[in-house]
């Protein structure tokens, strides 16, 4: 029998250090699941209220999520809590030995037309000072984990050894243990990215996906189905559930040299768990867990998923400029 998360019971195969925490989080995530399900009769959740640093957009239920997770982490062991909604860090436990970082509503976006959305987080190590806790190497994530809100609220989370899927039960409130080893499937036809921002790819990122559109008839020799939902929780958990790859990559407009997403809230953590359930993160030619944030709401490029796609998609960087250019005459190349 499953055990689950009630007061001081504990989350089903969670280190008990990181107890507390979870079990903070988990509890926020209930709360936010159950007014999400009740949309508008909530009150207007996806009323805009202000911007961030990033310069999005803020609704309401962005602020009311952030501010709900500082409250419940308090007396966690959190020492140093970073969220996309904040501008610094904020210390909540003096004597606390962790530092979370969180996107307390990834694709807020979404919250008025009944899409998945989520929360997403990670834990490091606290160091003395609050910066330097979070802008450091990916790779000394100790924990990392997204809740997501749609048919079924879930927690998918890893330790470091593996990724564990719990799910909500809407009977008794309680996340239950229904996977504790869950890995991205290596066979798939499904590739997410926003195709329209074609135009403005580096050449290695349009003739990869010139080669998917090409189907049957291009060197892939098989037919592809494109996904876009625009909610970087919603597309980690298809891809966890059914493999394929997601590809955000750089551009040539103005604020996307280096990527959209956040290293420290979006890209690390969704990196970490991808690489624990046998996929690959990259910023496209690099693997992105021994890359580190300069700032705290720094950007970079970020493709995953299943491991054989996103080393293709890195195939097409290691070619000098001109073979690219002529990928583009001739798709011969990378055929299978």
Request: proline share 6%; net charge negative.
């Amino acid at each position: 029998m499953a055990m689950t998360m009630t007061g001081k019971t504990p989350l089903e195969g969670a280190p008990e250090r990181f107890q507390a925490p979870m079990s903070a989080l988990c509890k926020v995530a209930r709360d936010l699941s159950r007014k999400i399900a009740l949309g508008p009769l909530a009150g207007e959740l996806g009323a805009e209220v202000g911007s961030n640093l990033g310069g999005d957009t803020q609704k309401a239920l962005d602020v009311l999520a952030d501010e709900a997770f500082v409250a419940a982490l308090a007396g966690s062991g959190v020492r140093w809590y970073a969220s996309e909604e904040r501008d610094d860090v904020l210390e909540i436990d003096n004597d606390g030995a962790l530092a979370l970082a969180i996107d307390p509503l990834d694709g807020s976006s979404n919250i008025d037309v009944n899409v998945s959305i989520g929360t997403i987080f990670s834990i490091y190590e606290a160091k003395p000072e609050p910066e330097a806790s979070f802008l450091r190497p990916a790779i000394e994530q100790i924990v990392a984990g997204y809740f997501i809100y749609g048919p079924q609220t879930a927690l998918i989370v890893t330790f470091g050894e593996g990724v564990r899927h719990y799910v909500l039960d809407p009977e008794d409130r309680e996340f239950k243990l229904v996977n504790p080893a869950l890995t991205i499937p290596s066979k798939s036809t499904e590739f997410a990215i926003n195709a329209s921002n074609y135009r403005h790819w580096s050449k290695p990122i349009r003739a990869y996906i010139d080669d998917c559109l090409a189907g049957d008839q291009g060197p892939r020799a098989k037919n592809f189905n494109m996904r876009w939902v625009a909610s970087l929780v919603a597309e980690t958990h298809r891809i966890m559930s059914r493999g394929g790859i997601f590809l955000y990559p750089a551009d040539a407009r103005p604020g996307y040299e280096h990527g959209r997403l956040r290293m420290v809230y979006e890209c690390a953590p969704i990196a970490m768990l991808v690489e624990q359930a046998g996929g690959k993160a990259t910023t496209g030619p690099d693997r992105l867990l021994p890359q580190a944030a300069e700032t705290l709401h720094g950007r970079i490029p970020l493709i995953f998923g299943s491991a054989d796609k996103v080393d293709r998609v890195a195939a097409y960087y290691d070619l000098p400029d001109q073979e690219v250019s002529a990928l583009f005459g001739s798709r011969g190349l990378f055929r299978g």
